[in-house]
Structures are given as C-alpha cells and as structure tokens.
T-cell receptor, first 115, second 114 residues
Framework: DSGVTQTPKHLITATGQRVTLRCSPRSGDLSVYWYQQSLDQGLQFLIQYYNGEERAKGNILERFSAQQFPDLHSELNLSSLELGDSALYFC??????????????FGSGTRLTVV | GENVEQHPSTLSVQEGDSAVIKCTYSDSASNYFPWYKQELGKRPQLIIDIRSNVGEKKDQRIAVTLNKTAKHFSLHITETQPEDSAVYFCAATPSGGSNYKLTFGKGTLLTVNP
C-alpha cells in the first residue's frame, strides 16, 4: 500500500455519461497530481492541486475538471464521456520540499472503460 | 513546457546482460530526474532519482547518469533478472515553489529472457 488511495479501481460506463474519480493523498502530502495513461500515450499530466489550489494544468480537456477539498482529497470529474477517454487514471501525491526528495507516490489507479 | 524523449520503446535482453535506457529533456531549468518502474497492471514506483548537481548515482544493480550540457540522462541496469521485466519511465521537472509537475517519457518495455 503506497498510502495514496484511489477509488473506484474499475469503472465501466456508457458514452455521454459523467463519472467522478476520487483520490486521497498520502498523509502529510499537500500536492495532488492527476495523470492519464493510455497504451500509446504514456503518462499524460492532467492537473495539479496544492493545498486546495490549482497549480498547474496540462492537456486536460474542457470536459474534465478537478478540485481538491479542505481535507486534501481530490476528485477528477469526467463528463460527456467518449470511447477515447477509456484509460487508466492515476493520482499521485508529493510532499512539497525544496528539492522534491522521493518524487511522487502513485495510487493504484482507476481503470475507466467507456462503452 | 518540458518535453522528454525516451529510447528505445522496447528492449529485450538475456538474463545477466545489461540494459540501458536513454532520455533527453528540453527545459534547461529541469533539475530533478526520477525513474519509475511499472509492472503490468500496477502503479508506477520510483526506483532511483538524480538531481542536477550530481552526475551519477548508483543503487545496487541500478545506476543513473546525467549530462546536463547535453540534456541527457540514462538508466543502467546490470545483471538483469526476469523480475526486472516491466515498463520503465523517465521523467523531468524544474522543481521549485509548489509546482513539481513531472513530465514523463513514453516508456520503455524491458523484457528479460531467462
């Protein structure tokens, strides 16, 4: 167990639907990152939150949104789902230090299948 | 923004041989370079990292080298074992402030044949 908890582990939904993925960071970590992993695109950065505020944004679609709550857990909302959104979605957390010692800790991911 | 290129995309070696995976990065401000190993169906896990003030770092059979001038860093695995078979990702970030966004390479599928 990495300490980063993602739920659900698997999600199957139909096109056009909306889903919410949840992430609880490792205790003490203030920063949460969301990544999308598909077979041909590797780990694509979506968005970062730090202590409740958005800090960096990647190639996140307008149909996707995220937030980080006061208890530091984060949710990634995916709407108007398309077949191409099927992927593994990872959440990672880190302690913000001067030198990012130890990198990220990843959760186990949510596998989203859009049918 | 940062762009990380990783080669090769697949690598097959015999058990006991060495494996080398190479990455280049574009942002000269990048100063932290981790490597992650991802086994099938599992989460990426940090295996080694290096900062820009160091040229080489070793941890048992794994080593990473960094050439800041060339913006190039490499992962070296010696005496490979079947359990080293996995996808390996390099990454880079100009860490500072509260933004530590890692940009990943596309990964290398390493297969170690017994």
């Amino acid at each position: 167990d990495s300490g980063v908890t993602q739920t659900p582990k698997h999600l199957i939904t139909a096109t056009g639907q909306r889903v919410t993925l949840r992430c609880s960071p490792r205790s003490g970590d203030l920063s949460v990152y969301w990544y999308q992993q598909s077979l041909d695109q590797g780990l694509q950065f979506l968005i970062q939150y730090y202590n409740g505020e958005e800090r960096a944004k990647g190639n996140i679609l307008e149909r996707f949104s995220a937030q980080q709550f006061p208890d530091l857990h984060s949710e990634l909302n995916l709407s108007s789902l398309e077949l191409g959104d099927s992927a593994l979605y990872f959440c990672a957390s880190s302690r913000i230090q001067q030198n990012l010692r130890g990198g990220y800790t990843f959760g186990s991911g949510t596998r989203l299948t859009v049918v | 923004g940062e762009n990380v290129e990783q080669h090769p995309s697949t690598l097959s070696v015999q058990e006991g041989d060495s494996a080398v995976i190479k990455c280049t990065y574009s942002d000269s401000a990048s100063n932290y370079f981790p490597w992650y190993k991802q086994e099938l169906g599992k989460r990426p896990q940090l295996i080694i990292d290096i900062r820009s003030n160091v040229g080489e770092k070793k941890d048992q059979r794994i080593a990473v080298t960094l050439n800041k001038t060339a913006k190039h860093f490499s992962l070296h695995i010696t005496e490979t074992q079947p359990e080293d078979s996995a996808v390996y990702f390099c990454a880079a970030t100009p860490s500072g402030g509260s933004n530590y966004k890692l940009t990943f390479g596309k990964g290398t599928l390493l297969t170690v044949n017994p």
